[in-house]
């Protein structure tokens, strides 16, 4: 791999963080990289439509000396886009890939968000020796119990063209104001900070996210919450669900039945719940998590 300069933000002085770069599969990842790379390691996993660089905030907060290792999946931040679509498989087979090579024969802390938790929560059930501790941030399988397929609709798009760049914004100060308009719980300096490291400035001036925008059409793999179960039953490692404060409609735990109904599904599973924070709670409230996530780690 190919290190990189070290990232600062002139929005928010926090650790230091360098890009790495790696192939996977055919596909070159960026890897972002804090603390001490002879320390104790720490995976994370960020959602859909996000970056690595968006774990800044909860590293910041971190109290103890870990080697984090934060991959941009495919389609996200600085790895290349997939040739047309995204499905959960390969998700999961870059995840061991990238384990592979990175950390051989090892246990390892994983926590990952929203999509990232839902694929560590995947993987553990398949790869549990490879899993040391899980931590799954508002991640708890799909949002619905059954994934609807339209098999006309589904087959009619892959014949459409690939989406566009899309309008994009005319500075990274619009794109702050967009962040903060979606969560109102995000400072100025935060929002530049993810807007800085979300985008990019593309040749005609407009400042564009940083992911591929034919994410929004993957396929996934898994269509029930039954499917998800049979997959986790494989987790025998601790594991802790830290989920919003904030309820989002069709949330799984929108109804306390259908939460149940998931954690029956990995009954040794911890849960938390955060007050004052929506979907992005590792934005919104960093140090709790961080203070969550290394209680359980540690333990």
């Not at 650790?15 to 960026?30: D, F, G, I, M, N």
């Amino acid at each position: 791999m190919n290190a990189e300069a070290a990232v600062a933000s002139a929005a928010w002085a926090g650790k230091p963080s360098r890009c790495e770069r790696l192939r996977v599969r055919h596909l070159t990842y960026a890897i972002r990289r804090w603390g001490d790379p002879a320390a104790r390691p720490l995976v994370l996993l960020h959602g859909v439509q996000d970056c690595a660089a968006t774990f800044q905030f909860v590293v910041d907060a971190l109290a103890q000396s870990w080697n984090v290792i934060a991959p941009d999946w495919r389609g996200h931040g600085h790895s290349d886009r997939a040739p047309r679509d995204y499905w959960m498989h390969d998700f999961l087979v870059d995840l061991d890939t990238l384990l592979d090579d990175l950390l051989p024969d090892a246990a390892i802390d994983i926590v990952g968000h929203s999509m990232g938790g839902n694929i560590g929560c995947l993987y553990a059930g398949l790869r549990p020796k490879r899993v040391r501790r899980l931590v799954s941030l508002d991640g708890f399988g799909p949002l619905v119990d059954r994934v609807p397929v339209n098999m006309h609709a589904a087959l009619s798009s892959v014949l459409q063209p690939l989406p566009g760049p899309g309008a994009g914004y005319s500075s990274l100060d619009e794109v702050a104001e967009r962040l903060m308009r979606a969560n109102h719980r995000l400072s100025p300096e935060k929002a530049r900070f993810l807007a800085e490291h979300s985008t990019a400035c593309d040749p005609d001036g407009r400042y564009r996210w940083l992911f591929d925008r034919s994410i929004r059409s993957s396929s996934p793999t898994l269509h029930t919450v039954a499917e998800w179960g049979d997959v986790w039953a494989g987790a025998t490692m601790p594991v802790l669900w830290i989920a919003s404060g904030d309820v989002r409609l069709n949330a799984p735990y929108f109804g306390s039945q259908a939460f149940a109904e998931r954690h029956r599904l990995l009954p040794h599973a911890e849960t938390r719940r955060i007050a004052e924070s929506g979907h992005n709670l590792h934005h919104d409230q960093p140090a709790e998590v961080a203070a969550l996530v290394e209680d359980f780690l540690m333990s």
